[in-house]
C-alpha cells in the first residue's frame, strides 16, 4: 500500500497536475488523498482557500498511520517542503497567511510522528531554528500560531531527538516563551505574552520533561536551574488565567513526581502546598466559568492529595464502543503524554496507540503502566541498531577478505 501511489505521488509532486480543483470528500484511500493535497499545495493556481483545504485535509491524512518511510517513499521530502513554504509565507506576512502556516506546523508535527526509518530526526533539524525564530516572536506573534508552533516542537523533538542535547535546546526554546530573556528563569515577563500562548508553552513543556529521563547526576548538577524552574512555575499558580493556572499544577506534580524539587528549599514547596490546597477550595462567582473551575479545582484535589499522601492520579481512557478496553494511566508524567498526545493527535490518537511503535508499548490497551514515552530509551535503541549495523559492516568486510 506504501507504494501502490508512489509513482504517481512523485508525479504530481513535480507540478505535473494541471488542474486547481480540489475536492477530498470521496478519496478514502489515505495515500491518494495525500497526493490531492500535494498536487493541490504544488500548483501556483491554487487560492489561499485551497491551499488552506489541502494542508487541512493533509493534517487529516496524516492522522492515521501511514507507513511513510523517506527511504523508499518520496512524500515525506515533499510534504515537509510544502509546509516549509507556507510556514515561511506566514512570518512574511502573518495576517494574510496566519492559518497556512498553522495548518502546516500541525502537518509537521503529524509528519514527524508519523515517518520510521529515521526520518524524524532530519525534521527536527532542518525545523528547529524555523521553530525557534517563531517562539523568540511569541510576544508579538499571533497567538494560535504561536501555540500551533510549540505543539510541532514537542511532536517533532519527541519523535526526532535522538539524546538529551536537542531535548535540552527544545526545553530551553520553549522556556523562553514561558519567561521571556529568561537568563535568570524568572516568570516576572511572563504577562508578555497571551494567556493562551503561556498555558500551551507550560503543557508543550511539561511533555518534553516527562520524555528526557533526567538522571540523578543532572538534577544535582542543574539544582539551581531547576529551583528557578520550580519558582517560576509556582510563580504561574496566581496567574489571573485559569487554564495558565492548571497548565503550572500539572507541570510541578510532574516536576515533583520526577524528583525535579528535591533541592527545593522547604520554604518554597510550603508555599506551593498552600497554593495549591486554595486553588482546590476555590469558591465560585458571578460570572465565573463553572464547568472549568469544577475542572481546576478536581485537578487541584488529585495534586493536593498526591503532595500529602502520595496517592496517585487515575484516568481511563475508553478505546472500544462497549467500554471493555481503556488505557490507563496512574502517574503525572504518564498523564501529561496522555493528555498532550490526544489533544495533538485528535480523532487519530487511538489509531497511533494501535499502530504507531512511538505510542503503542506505554499507552495500547493492556501496556505495562510502568512503561513511559522516553526519548532516551529510542536513542538507546539507535545505539544498539547502530552497533548491529556496524558488526554485519566488519563481517561482511571479513568475509569478503577471506575470499581472495
Not at 485551497?50 to 515533499?78: C, F, I, N, S
Not at 498526545?341 to 504507531?356: E, I, Q, W, Y
Amino acid at each position: 500500500m506504501g507504494h501502490r501511489n508512489k509513482e504517481g505521488g512523485k508525479k504530481k509532486a513535480a507540478g505535473e497536475a494541471s488542474s486547481v480543483n480540489f475536492n477530498p470528500k470521496d478519496v478514502t484511500d489515505p495515500f491518494e488523498l495525500l497526493d490531492m493535497c500535494v498536487a493541490a499545495l504544488h500548483d501556483k493556481r491554487s487560492s489561499a482557500g485551497t491551499r488552506e483545504a489541502a494542508l487541512g485535509a493533509l493534517a487529516g491524512a496524516l492522522e492515521g498511520v501511514l507507513p511513510l518511510d523517506e527511504a523508499t517513499d518520496g512524500r515525506p521530502l515533499v510534504v515537509f517542503a510544502l509546509c516549509g513554504a507556507s510556514i515561511k509565507k506566514g512570518a512574511a506576512a502573518p495576517a494574510a497567511f496566519a492559518r497556512e502556516a498553522r495548518l502546516a506546523y500541525r502537518a509537521v508535527g503529524l509528519l514527524a510522528l508519523t515517518l520510521r526509518g529515521g526520518g524524524s530526526a532530519e525534521i527536527l533539524a532542518e525545523s528547529f531554528p524555523m521553530l525557534a525564530r517563531t517562539l523568540q516572536r511569541a510576544a508579538s506573534a499571533d497567538p494560535l500560531t504561536v501555540a500551533a508552533a510549540l505543539d510541532c516542537l514537542s511532536a517533532v523533538t519527541f519523535a526526532g531527538a535522538l539524546g538529551p542535547d536537542e531535548a535540552e535546546r527544545s526545553l530551553k526554546a520553549i522556556w523562553g516563551v514561558i519567561c521571556p530573556g529568561a537568563g535568570s528563569r524568572s516568570s516576572a515577563s511572563a504577562g508578555k505574552v497571551s494567556p493562551q500562548v503561556l498555558a500551551a508553552a507550560v503543557s508543550t513543556w511539561t511533555f518534553l520533561v516527562t520524555t528526557a529521563a533526567i538522571t540523578d547526576a543532572q538534577r544535582k548538577a542543574d539544582r539551581a536551574s531547576w529551583n528557578a524552574t520550580v519558582a517560576s512555575l509556582a510563580g504561574l499558580l496566581g496567574a489571573d488565567d485559569r487554564a495558565v493556572r492548571m497548565a503550572a499544577g500539572e507541570a510541578l506534580a510532574v516536576c515533583v513526581e520526577l524528583n525535579l524539587t528535591q533541592y527545593t528549599p522547604r520554604k518554597d514547596m510550603e508555599a506551593v502546598h498552600a497554593r495549591v490546597s486554595a486553588l482546590a477550595a476555590e469558591a465560585g462567582g458571578k460570572g465565573v466559568d463553572t464547568a472549568l473551575l469544577v475542572e481546576q479545582k478536581d485537578l487541584f484535589r488529585q495534586i493536593l492529595a498526591y503532595m500529602e499522601r502520595g496517592e496517585r492520579p487515575r484516568k481511563a481512557v475508553r478505546t472500544s464502543s462497549d467500554r471493555r478496553e481503556s488505557i490507563k494511566v496512574s502517574t503525572w508524567a504518564k498523564m501529561a503524554q496522555l493528555n498532550f498526545l490526544r489533544r495533538f493527535l485528535a480523532g487519530g490518537f487511538l489509531s497511533h496507540v494501535k499502530g504507531n511503535k512511538l505510542l503503542k508499548e506505554a499507552f495500547d490497551v493492556g501496556a505495562d503502566e510502568r512503561n513511559m514515552l522516553s526519548i532516551a530509551k529510542r536513542r538507546q535503541e539507535a545505539k544498539m541498531k547502530e552497533m548491529a549495523m556496524k558488526m554485519n559492516r566488519e563481517l561482511a568486510w571479513a568475509t569478503s577478505r577471506s575470499s581472495f
